[in-house]
């Protein structure tokens, strides 16, 4: 069933010559694929059986056997842009352990690209109808409850793409008049292909730009500004930090916009405190008001 996925799943991405690190899970078809869309990315695999990795030998691919539902991977934290793994979480015992633990290898601007069967299309509710349930030792999900749990799981933005059976003639009707309503064609979607991204789109280019340390560092610096805590020297060392790690207005008006509580109050003591008038607080002060007036 999950072939019939595999096509339609990479369509979240867009091929680029960047050196992303990609991790296929199971899934091994993929790896052609992603090879041809991103020649310059690392590519890494996982699969129980090391057999099925034979065909694929010629593709510069890291790949290690093991069963990702009964050990942890063996990466290190926050190394990979994209995890790439179709009907991931239907054979897992503990879903969310599964889908918290993938994120986990994720960096902040990464994506989980996996997809699911929905329990609520016409052919699963026909089986049921008819008094049979064939996917023992598996567990199906409707739409928000998937979309629950990636929330639940550390992921802050899902996106969902549908992917379409038709009826036959007369079921969608019969299970109309059974109760079942068919929002956005739900009950004709057979799996859905989702995408749950780290980190929300508007932070993404914020967190993919500067290291972890130095938007800290910004961060802790933005807030003493921001609640008036040793303003001149907070100023300064702002400023040093501004020079040294290369920061410009475009990039710092957002990220006062996303860290700040009271943007005002740090663009106030900013202009009160700096010393000598730098060319930059001009231009940052007319875009910070041009940025939150725009919010208001």
Known sequence: ????????????????????????????????????????????????????????????????????????????????????????????????????????????????????????????????????????????????????????????????RPQLRAAPEGMLERLRQAGFSNVHDDLETEFWLVKADRSMPELSLLKSMYTRQQRAELSRLLHRIEYGVQERESVQDFWRLYASIGLFPDYLVEFVHEAVFHPQWFYANLAKYTEGEPQELAVLLAAGKKREGAEA
């Not at 369509?11 to 052609?32: C, M, Q, S």
């Not at 510069?60 to 942890?72: C, G, I, K, M, Q």
């Not at 996917?135 to 802050?156: D, I, N, Q, T, W």
């Open 1 to 160: 069933m999950a072939e019939k996925i595999k096509p339609e799943l990479l369509t979240f991405l867009h091929g680029a010559d960047l050196p992303y690190r990609i991790l296929v899970v199971e899934d091994l078809g993929y790896l052609p694929r992603l090879r041809q869309m991103f020649p310059h990315a690392q590519l890494f695999a996982t699969a129980r059986d090391p057999e099925r990795m034979e065909p694929y030998a010629g593709l510069h691919v890291s790949f290690r056997s093991l069963d990702y539902l009964a050990e942890p991977l063996p990466f290190a934290k926050e190394s990979f842009d994209y995890i790439v793994s179709d009907l991931t979480l239907e054979q897992a015992g503990n879903v969310q352990d599964i889908a918290a633990g993938f994120s986990m290898y994720l960096k902040e601007t990464g994506s989980l690209l996996t997809s699911f069967r929905n329990i609520r299309h016409w052919s699963e509710l026909q089986t049921l109808m008819d008094g049979h349930y064939y996917h023992v030792g598996a567990r199906l999900f409707a739409k928000p409850e998937f979309e629950k749990l990636l929330y639940a799981s550390y992921y802050k933005c899902v996106h969902m």
